[in-house]
């Protein structure tokens, strides 16, 4: 596992050990190139083991859904061969209007199209995968039963610990204080615990994205700030009573589900920042519990065991920041996921590898593009809820 040397060089570092970091490493280690990861907590300690566990094919745009789509075969793929659980149990959007149903048709349409199986069922439909739902106001429901969970803290350690066995090195508790440049390239990075020579450098950081550029000396506007959003963990009920991951854009924007343990695990709209506090707050449990109760009301009964926090990385449109930075040779950035990095994160690292072996990728990385912002050019709002 991770450890605290820092080598002398190496041909590629990221900065970041989130899942974002972690699979990237993953993949530039099994094409055979020289990586390092450095992490100034633990691996997984920022966003990542702090989310909400889903991976989902169901959004409202082209890219995400071409993305999602190659993020799932991964997620499936790595899952049977290292070992973790990845569950295919869906996603289930209940939906309450006739203007919600219309948006979700043309979503599924889209989906559809790059053969997503999601479909609009019936709220009597919507019953039988949760029989423990409340459907008297859903008129509606959007399923894909090939939408998933994953549990963070064993896919991230799963990529970490082959990372490292094609070669990468994952290097903790190091805190990157600056660039080492010349001429418009990178020639290292000072640390913490020392240099680090290289020529290529990934920032994976996410919340912290925008303070690793501006130490980089980018001058372009990446807007990426870190909201705080809340979530929790009841104690558990019966297992496989909630399969699928449940949304509810009316009740607070709330999803739901729960772990392999029985416990019901999710979050709400609730949002605030920008800020780097993640105190949990009574404002969230009073939502959380008030909204919950609403889509599946037996969730009256259940004691609240745990609340915490995380990050958000958020844009303006809140699709990430990928690619090359031009103003410094050989500075790649992948963060702002602003909810989504878990489950992008297989995807996301095969593009962002092939960036920088192939200076080109199939998948639809102009979506993402970092110069998005300064060019006014914002994409449709990415499909979000919790």
């Known amino acids: 596992m991770p450890s605290r040397e820092l080598p002398e060089r190496s041909e590629i570092v990221i900065i970041g050990g989130g899942i974002i970091g972690v699979t990237l490493a993953h ?32 959004f409202s745009d082209e890219a995400n859904v071409q993305v999602m789509k190659r993020s799932v075969e991964l997620w499936k793929r790595y899952s049977e061969e290292y070992g973790f659980s990845f569950e295919q149990t869906g996603y289930l959007f209940l939906l309450y ?38 459907i008297s106001e859903v008129v509606a429901a959007s399923w894909n039963p090939t939408d998933g969970k994953a549990d963070p803290f064993h896919a991230t350690s799963a990529f970490a610990i082959n990372a490292e066995r094609l070669g990468a090195k994952l290097v903790e508790y190091t805190e990157v204080k600056d660039f080492v440049t010349e001429n418009g390239e990178i020639r290292g990075l000072k640390t913490n615990r020392g240099t680090i020579k290289t020529g290529i450098v990934v920032n994976a950081t996410n919340a ?15 807007p990426i ?5 809340q979530a929790v963990i009841t104690q558990p009920i019966r297992k496989g009573a909630i399969k699928p991951m449940v949304i509810s854009f009316k ?39 008030r909204y919950f109760t609403r889509i599946i009301p037996a969730l009256r009964e259940l004691l609240i065991l745990r609340t915490w926090a995380g990050y958000y990385a958020k844009t303006p449109d809140s699709n990430p920041a990928i690619g090359k930075i031009e103003e410094l040779s050989d500075y790649y950035i992948a963060a702002g996921f602003s909810g989504h990095g878990f489950m992008m ?14 200076g080109r990728t199939d998948l639809p990385v102009e979506w993402y593009d970092p110069y998005r912002f300064e060019r006014g050019e914002l994409r449709g709002k990415a499909l979000q809820m919790g």
């Open 97 to 134: 209007d006739d203007d919600e149903v219309e948006e979700f048709k043309r979503n599924i349409e889209i989906q559809n199209r790059f053969g997503v199986p999601t479909r609009l069922i019936t709220p009597e439909e919507a019953k039988e995968i949760v029989p423990l739902l409340d």
């Open 27 to 58: 993949e530039l280690a099994k094409r055979g190139e020289e990586v390092t990861v450095i992490e100034k907590r633990f691996i997984g300690s920022g966003s990542t083991f702090r989310c909400g566990t889903g991976i989902r094919q169901q």
């Open 251 to 289: 009740y607070g924007h709330a999803y739901l589900t729960q772990t392999a343990h029985g416990g019901v695990v999710g979050g709400v709209g609730y949002e605030l920042g920008p800020t780097y506090d993640l105190n949990p707050t009574y404002e969230f449990m009073r939502e959380v519990s």
């Open 225 to 229: 700030e870190p909201y705080k959003h």
């Open 345 to 358: 994160a297989p995807a996301v690292a095969e593009m962002v590898a092939d960036l920088i072996t192939k």
């Open 208 to 222: 912290w994205a925008k303070l690793t550029n501006a130490m980089a000396g980018i001058r372009v506007n990446i």
